[in-house]
C-alpha cells in the first residue's frame, strides 16, 4: 500500500455503469443501470427520459417524496436487499450543501440511490513533550460493517435535521466518552470526498473532518459498544500503519492522510504530495464546469 | 465580496475558449483559439490535428524545444508580446507533478501557453497570548504586477530546476529576511489550485501552501525592494479583510481562506463550508475521469 494506493482504493467507482436520478432539476444521485432497469424502473416511482431517471412530478413535496419512497424501500427490503444493515435512521437527500433537503431516505438505502452521505470525522490528538499522538479506537468486532477494523477518534453518519457539530458532540459521547464542553472545541478544518463503489452501490461521499486535541490527562472510553477499545499512538505509527498497511477501515485513512497534510508530514518536494492532497478530494459537482 | 467570491473570482476562466497543446502524447497546455490561430499556427513550429495542437516532433529533446520556442517566444518579443514583464526566468513544463520537465519556458510566456504555473504561497503566523497573527506584506509600489496590493508573507513563482522547498528558503530570505534555518521550518500543510483567465492568458496554476510559525520576537524586513512594509495583524482583521475587500493580490485570497479553513476559523455548518473547501482546489487532471 502507499497513501495514494489508498485514494485509489476508496476512488473504486466506474460511473460509466451508473444513470443519474433526479428530483424535478436536481440531480439526486446515481443508480446503477442494471439495478435502475431491474428494479427502480419498474417501481411506477420514475420514468426514463434522456438525461437519466425522474422522479414522479406528482411528488411535490418532500414529506410525500420521503413517504412514497419509503413505502418502496420497505417492499425491497421484503425482497432480501439491506440485509441486516437496516437501521431507521433518515439521511438527507439535497442536491448541494447549503440547499435545502429535497427528501429523506432510510440510510441503508443510500448507496442504492447513489446519494450524497458523508458526516463528522474526527482526529482527537494529544500534544505531549514527545511528539504528536493520536488516539485510535478499534470498531467493536459485533459492528455489522468493518469490525475490527481501526477508525478515525470519533466518526459518525450525518442523520437529517442535526447540525454537524451538534451530530460531532453526540458522537463524540456515545462513542468516546469525550464530555460535551470538550467536544465542542473540536475545529472543522477540512473535507475529503471519493466516489466509492461495491457492485451496484454507489458513494460519492464528503466527509468534514474535525481536529480535536485533547489534554494529555483524557482518556477516551467506549461508551456505546461500537468501539472496541482506544490507544493512543505516537503520530509516526499511525503514519506507517496508514502507509502500509489496510488495518484502517477504508475511507478513514483518506481523513488521516489529510491530517498528515495539514499537520506538515509531508514534503512538497515529494513527487507524490500534489496528487496527494488532489485526490483527497474528488468532489461532487466541479464548479462551473472547469476541471 | 465574500470568500466563494474571491474563489470565483480567480476561477473566471471560459475553457470552451482554448485548445489544448501537445508535447508528444502529454497535453502542455492550453492556447486560445486567437492566439493560436493568428499567431501560434504561423510558427512552423507547431500542427493542428482533431485534439489539439502539436508542437514539432522532431524537437525530441527538452533542451530542443526548448531553445526553438525561445527563438519563437523573442519574435513575438519584438512584436511587443510580454511587454516589460520578460524576466530571463524559465519556468518547468510537466504535464503531472512527478513527471521529469518536458521543456522550460521563459515565465512572462506561460500564461500566453496556458502551462500550469505555480509555487510556494507561506503564511507567516505568530502564536501570541492574545491569539493567533499574521505577518502581511504590502507589495513594492514600484513592481510590474499587482503594486501595492496585500500578499502571502512570503511567496514566489517556482523557477524550473529548484526544489519547491529549497525555494521558499531562498524568497524568505530575498523577500523577508527570514534566516535560513527559520524559513526551514515551515511546512508545507496545502494545495490551492485556480483556473484564471486574463484575455487570451490562462494560468490553470497551483500553489503549494506552508505554514511558519515565527517566535513573536522575530521581525520580517523587506530585503530586495519586492515588499514595501511588513504589518502583524490579529487574524480576525486578516479573515475580515479577505471577507470584504480586495485588498489582497487576487490568488493571495485563496491562500489565507485555505489557512482560515486548515486552523479551524470556519464552521462546517456554515452552508459554505464544503463549496468553500471544494473551490480552494480546482484541478488539473481530475484522477480517472470522475467527479
Known amino acids: ?5 489508498h485514494i485509489r482504493r476508496c476512488n473504486n467507482a466506474d460511473l460509466s455503469q451508473f444513470e443519474s436520478w433526479f428530483i424535478g ?20 416511482l420514475f420514468t426514463r427520459r434522456e438525461n437519466g431517471w ?15 419512497m419509503r413505502a418502496f424501500l420497505l417492499t425491497l427490503r421484503g425482497r432480501g436487499y439491506f440485509k441486516g444493515l437496516w437501521r431507521e435512521e433518515e439521511y438527507a437527500v439535497a442536491p448541494h450543501d447549503g440547499t435545502p433537503m429535497l427528501m429523506a431516505m432510510e440510510r441503508s438505502a443510500v448507496p442504492w440511490f447513489g446519494v450524497r452521505a458523508g458526516g463528522p470525522h474526527m482526529t482527537g490528538f494529544v500534544r505531549r513533550a514527545d511528539g504528536l499522538h493520536i488516539w485510535v479506537p478499534r470498531r467493536s468486532y459485533e459492528k455489522p460493517t468493518f469490525p475490527g477494523q481501526l477508525d478515525n477518534t470519533v466518526a459518525g453518519g450525518q442523520p437529517a435535521g442535526l447540525g454537524l457539530h451538534e451530530n460531532l458532540v453526540k458522537e463524540c459521547g456515545e462513542e468516546a466518552s469525550i464530555p460535551p464542553q470538550l467536544a465542542k472545541q473540536a475545529k472543522a478544518v477540512s473535507v475529503v470526498a471519493y466516489w466509492n463503489q461495491s457492485g451496484q452501490q454507489l458513494k460519492p461521499d464528503v466527509m468534514t473532518c474535525f481536529d480535536l486535541e485533547l489534554p494529555e490527562e483524557f482518556t477516551p472510553r467506549a461508551n456505546d459498544g461500537e468501539v472496541h477499545s482506544f490507544e493512543l499512538w505516537p503520530v509516526q505509527r499511525v503514519f506507517e500503519t496508514v502507509r502500509d498497511t489496510e488495518e484502517f477501515k477504508y475511507n478513514c485513512n483518506l481523513v488521516l492522510i489529510d491530517f498528515f497534510v495539514r499537520h506538515g508530514l509531508l514534503s512538497a518536494d515529494d513527487p507524490d504530495f500534489v496528487p496527494i492532497v488532489q485526490g483527497l478530494r474528488m468532489m461532487y459537482t466541479p464548479m462551473s464546469g472547469i476541471g
Chains 1, 2 share one sequence.
Open 1 to 5: 500500500m502507499s497513501f495514494l494506493d
Open 25 to 44: 432539476q436536481e440531480r439526486a444521485g446515481f443508480l446503477h443501470r442494471d439495478f435502475a432497469a431491474d428494479v427502480v424502473g419498474k417501481s411506477g
Open 54 to 68: 425522474h422522479l414522479d412530478p406528482g411528488l411535490d413535496t418532500p414529506a410525500k417524496r420521503t413517504a412514497a
